[in-house]
């Protein structure tokens, strides 16, 4: 049972912008810090972006200052806006919960691919 549904992935080119959705259920998002992770092709996945129940963030070296991590409360869901996407950023994008370690099982992610 898939219960971390992401979306909004695509291509884009360098430089461009785009807004990851990742929507659960209350009782997973109610209360709980979530974070995005990402996979590159042929990569581990590392850790992006976190968000505490309360609305702190924390980012990851390589997206400080481009990308935003928020949440709505109201829809239980967690966002990430990206800006000034690099090719490096190209990868599935995942949520999950937890501040900077993931601790439920992984959905199905959503591919971002940013041409040069």
């Known amino acids: 049972q898939v219960q971390l549904v992401e979306s909004g992935g695509g291509l884009v080119q360098a430089g461009g912008s785009l807004r990851l959705s990742c929507a659960t259920s209350?009782?997973?998002?109610?209360?709980?810090?979530m974070g995005w992770y990402r996979q590159a092709p042929g990569k581990q996945r590392e850790w992006v972006a976190g968000?505490?129940?309360?609305?702190?963030?924390i980012y990851g070296d390589s997206v400080k200052g481009r990308f935003t991590i928020f949440r709505d409360n109201t829809k239980n869901t967690v966002y990430l806006q990206m800006d000034s996407l690099k090719p490096e950023d190209t990868g599935v994008y995942y949520c999950n919960t937890g501040f900077r370690v993931a601790t439920m099982p992984w959905g199905q992610g959503t591919q971002v691919t940013v041409s040069s």
């Open positions: 209350r009782s997973i998002f109610s209360g709980n810090a």
């Open positions: 968000i505490s129940s309360g609305g702190s963030t």
